[in-house]
């Protein structure tokens, strides 16, 4: 049996190109776009009815979306205030918010096609994915602020036609706790989830 020798050189080489090729694959634009294209596939199953649609595209956003970031985000300084009882209560709290909020958003691009214009890595950690979504009348920019998470690119705000989902919450809530506290805020914020899935 003839054993195949291989020079240092070459050994190296090919490791070089199997990290590369595994950084490829798991760039935030691959993994995000993954995610977004589950999603996109989902809303044109006519077959799935509206509960079914919208519980399997929250599972996606769950896998892909950094909620704990995005709520000390959304609560800055007040995030630091609060108890770990009231973090934890927040945090599922806006997490129900931004999901309905996203699907909205995305469901009214149904029929829509979706490019991915480009990768930004702020460093190791961070990076900004742009996309546009095409429609018959114009282009809607999104793009995409991600972080990393053990070997997963997460996102943590999401920047629809200019606005940000955190900083439209952000500025809201930082009012309602001057004036409410935080308590205050968690309870306007269980009647909203309330009016939402009661509407949805």
């Known amino acids: 049996m003839k054993i195949l020798k291989l020079s240092p050189w070459l050994i190296s080489l090919l490791l070089m190109t199997l990290t590369l090729s595994a950084q490829a694959q798991t760039s935030p634009t691959d993994q995000l776009k993954t995610s977004v294209d589950k999603i996109l596939n989902l809303l044109k199953q006519d077959s ?24 000390q985000r959304a609560l800055a300084r007040n995030w630091h205030k609060a108890t770990p009882e009231q973090k934890k209560e927040f945090v ?36 900004v994915v742009y996309t546009q979504i095409i429609t018959a009348s114009g282009e809607i920019p999104i793009y995409y ?38 308590d205050g805020l968690l309870a306007e914020m269980k009647q909203k989830v309330t009016d939402q899935n009661n509407a949805a």
Request: net charge positive; proline share 0%; glycine share 4%.
């Open 145 to 182: 602020k991600l972080a990393t998470r053990g070997d997963q690119w997460l996102v943590y705000d999401v920047v629809i036609e200019e606005v940000s989902l955190i900083s439209n919450y952000r500025s809201s809530y930082d009012e309602i706790i001057k004036k409410k506290g935080i």
């Open 92 to 127: 599922g709290l806006f997490s129900d918010l931004l999901e309905q909020t996203y699907i909205g958003r995305i469901e009214a691009y149904t029929n829509e096609r979706v490019e991915f214009l480009r990768e930004k890595k702020r460093n190791e950690k961070r990076a």
């Open 48 to 71: 799935l009815d509206k509960e079914t649609r919208r519980k399997q595209i929250r599972a996606l956003i769950n896998e892909r979306f950094y909620f704990e970031a995005m709520s």
